[in-house]
């Protein structure tokens, strides 16, 4: 097996359009035609064989599962973390790994003000009472939430998205806080103030996530941090899962500590803690922060064009490895 015979594995659906891309630069495609993405032995008996991989960010490809697939030297993953991948195990194999950054920015930030909205106007809440059919008319008091105008919003981890989210910040006049672990230049987080996190917990109404998952940043957000928030704070996570403690999260959602949450990632997802499923003051989605039609595309043709890189002998254009 060469890069001159190059046969990718798919192991998550995807466009037909980017399937012909690949075929028309002369890749043997076995693609995976199903909603789930594939997992564990069922991901290893497409790839077998193969000298590249697709996936997105729902296969865990580990260093047991690499140790199965002796011909692979190129794996492209659909989204900008990449966490699943061991990219250590794949580095000691001569594996390249790459990712889509930069495609995704712009329309995960719009997902992000989505859940904040969503969380801060009780919009799912006071939808789901209005389909059961409990409106009788308008109460003065009633469904009463938080106003973004104006607020104070704080951002923890100002990368790409991070700052997509500020820029936006602007028009609603709020007042912008984030908490990297370096200070930015101020060219690079314009109208944005660098603070500590405990200060940024503390004095913000709105804290959105956007870091990426790591040993470091596990449970980020647990116990001591919520109980530092605002009893009326909306916490919106569009990072991944692990970087919120989602039982310390139920439990401060349940007893008033903080006063909503936005979320789009989860902890084990797709399985969700059932207390955070029965909480009417918590918005959640099924990770769908990318997810519309131009940016999904735009996604997975990205990933396309890192293993045609490859293919040709380049450096794909967003390695990580």
């Not at 409990?134 to 009463?144: F, V």
């Not at 957000?221 to 009326?232: C, D, F, H, Q, V």
């Amino acid at each position: 097996m060469t890069a001159n015979s190059p046969q990718v594995a798919i192991g998550v659906r995807v466009f037909p359009e980017s399937i012909a891309k690949l075929q028309a630069a002369g890749f043997t495609v076995r693609a995976h035609d199903s909603a789930q993405a594939l997992q564990g032995a069922d991901l290893v008996a497409l790839a077998k064989g193969a000298n590249s991989l697709l996936v997105s960010a729902s296969s865990r490809v580990d260093a047991a599962l690499l140790e199965q697939l002796p011909h692979l030297r190129m794996i492209a993953n659909i989204g900008v973390g990449y966490n699943n991948i061991d990219v250590a195990a794949a580095q000691a194999r001569g594996i390249q790994v790459s990712n889509t950054p930069d495609v995704l920015t712009e329309t995960t930030a719009d997902m992000a003000w989505a859940l904040m909205f969503a969380a801060a106007r009780r919009i799912s809440e006071s939808e789901r009472w209005l389909r059961e059919g409990h409106w009788q008319g308008i109460a003065l008091d009633g469904w009463l939430g938080v106003d973004v105008h104006g607020s104070t919003l704080g951002i923890i981890g100002m990368g790409r998205i991070g700052s997509a989210i500020a820029r936006r910040a602007q028009g609603f006049g709020m007042r912008v806080l984030y908490h990297n672990r370096t200070q930015l230049p101020a060219t690079t987080a314009p109208n944005a103030t660098w603070v500590e996190k405990h200060t940024l917990l503390q004095e913000s109404d709105h804290v959105i996530l956007v870091v990426p998952y790591s040993p470091q940043t596990h449970h980020l957000i647990g116990t001591s941090e919520l109980a530092l928030m605002k009893p009326t704070a909306v916490l919106v996570n569009i990072a991944r899962g692990g970087v919120v403690d989602d039982v310390a999260l139920a439990q401060a959602l349940k007893s008033g500590q903080i006063g909503a949450a936005g979320l789009d990632v989860y902890e084990n997802e797709p399985h969700i803690h059932a207390e955070l499923l029965a909480l009417p003051n918590a918005v959640l989605t099924p990770h769908i922060g990318s997810a519309t039609k131009r940016t999904r595309l735009g996604m997975v043709n990205l990933a396309v064009d890192n293993l045609l890189d490859w293919h040709v002998g380049k450096i794909p254009r967003n390695t990580v490895s």
